[in-house]
């Protein structure tokens, strides 16, 4: 066998890691090297574990606003408390559609905003899309929640401090809180995913190869 420069000769066509007839040299795709030198030591790829979607939390937090929205509705047509009169004139049942006093069809508007806000926020939370449309959801969730509790709680207070609190007040404070917990639902589940980890190429380590190697004779 003769032995040449590979300084000076142009290797024959070849795919890396072809090896030599004889053994002892191995062919990687630029230069002929020692077998003992072109083995690779493959470093373990460092890659945290991706968590793993949670659409179950999603899919509940959809189901819990629309829920939520339904029980404002029944909340807003059931009476939520009576009010006698201190003069003693009847007693006077009031809902948020049907206040039984002048100027109660002011009190419509929040509700109405909380159900349509609450129903569009479920929609995005359902149909599953981007992470930042999922955090816009989310905020509108808690916020809507957060607004229909304190309305809620107004009202169940000034009905036990002038009357008596009724079914409907209590029915509308659960779909607020329902509303409220769904965002908190979908604000987990948001922080809950991360993008897809890159694959990781092991890194390949070889001793480093002389300029000038001895190759086998083609």
Known sequence: MVSVALSGQTEPAAAAGHLSPDGYWWWNGSAWVPVAQAQPHFAPPVAARPRRPLPWMRI?????????????????????????????????????????FSGAGWDIPEPVFVMLAAA?????????????????????????????????????GLA??????EVGGIIGAVGAVLILVAGL???ATVFSRQPAVESTTPAVESAATPETVAAPAP
């Not at 003069?87 to 049942?93: A, D, F, K, L, V």
């Not at 359902?126 to 969730?141: D, E, F, H, K, N």
């Open 60 to 100: 509940s937090a959809g189901a819990a606003a629309i829920v939520g929205v339904i029980a404002t509705l029944v909340g807003c047509i059931i009476p939520y408390g009576t009010f006698p009169d201190p003069n003693g004139g009847p007693t006077t049942t009031s809902s948020i559609f049907s206040g039984g």
């Open 120 to 156: 569009a926020a479920a929609t995005l939370v359902l149909v599953g899309m981007s992470r930042l449309i999922q955090g816009i959801a989310a905020g509108l969730l808690i916020g809507v929640g957060a607004e229909a509790a304190m309305m809620w709680t107004a009202y169940l």
């Open 160 to 165: 036990a401090t002038d009357g008596s609190p």
């Open 185 to 187: 639902l979908v604000l």
